[in-house]
């Protein structure tokens, strides 16, 4: 099936560095989902995102979607070891199924 | 909060068996879906249902069945499990404001089953 393009796949940081990762599509998207998953758990919704242009925080997480409805992003400020996860992006269209991105893997070196 | 619960966290079973897998959410949403999930494959989906009674096929419905008798629970059931089908499983729930345009989609906690 359809899959968004999320990069990048992993990303080896240092605590207290910042975090970006973006999913893009060749579709428009009305909704953009963000969520994040342990080892054994299944993906918590993070942020969701309504409008085009909507920049949404939720504490040190702050999403954007973009003004062409085929664009994401997440940001994660000052990281902590509790970040690490999966990140995944998720497009919805009206009635039609979530469409997902591959997956950020996040990886913090204390 | 919304939730989504699943019955049971992780289960082994044998080949052949008959596998139920049940999901509940109690925010009366009338989506709920069936997703695996496999290293490699991302989350695929297995069936979705938008109201009782109502089925549809997702993208990989072989080898499995659900049931929607009432609007918070939606079962997925396996007929006769096979090694193949040890995976991760996922239930999600969906809600739609059409009003505000608001629509966003919550996962339950998952199931872990081996297929031995």
């Known amino acids: 099936g359809q899959q968004l393009n999320q990069s990048p796949q992993s990303m080896f940081i240092q605590e207290g560095e910042d975090v970006s990762m973006n999913c893009t599509s060749s579709s428009i998207f009305n909704t953009w989902l963000w969520y994040k998953q342990e080892p054994g758990e299944g993906p918590v919704l993070l942020i969701a995102?309504?409008?085009?242009?909507e920049l949404t925080s939720n504490g040190r997480l702050t999403a954007q979607f973009g003004i062409t409805r085929k664009d994401s992003f997440l940001n994660i400020s000052a990281s902590i070891p509790s970040d690490v996860g999966i990140y995944f992006c998720a497009g919805l269209r009206g009635a039609q199924k979530l469409v997902f991105g591959q997956g950020t893997r996040l990886t913090i070196n204390p | 909060d919304v939730k989504v619960t699943q019955s049971s966290r992780y289960l082994v079973k044998r080949t052949g068996e008959k596998v139920f897998l049940e999901c509940v959410q109690d925010m009366d949403h009338e989506n709920m879906f069936w997703y695996r999930q496999d290293p490699g494959l991302g989350l695929r989906l297995i069936y979705f249902s938008y109201d009782v009674k109502m089925k549809e096929k997702g993208d990989i419905p072989e080898g499995y069945s659900v049931s929607r008798e009432k609007k918070e629970r939606f079962s997925l059931i396996l007929e006769s499990a096979s090694t193949n089908q040890t995976s991760m499983y996922l239930c999600?729930?969906?809600?739609?404001?059409?009003?505000?345009?608001?629509?966003?989609?919550?996962f339950g906690p998952g199931t872990r089953l081996t297929v031995l």
């Open positions: 999600a729930s969906r809600y739609t404001i059409y009003r505000t345009s608001t629509d966003t989609q919550y």
């Open positions: 995102l309504y409008k085009a242009g």
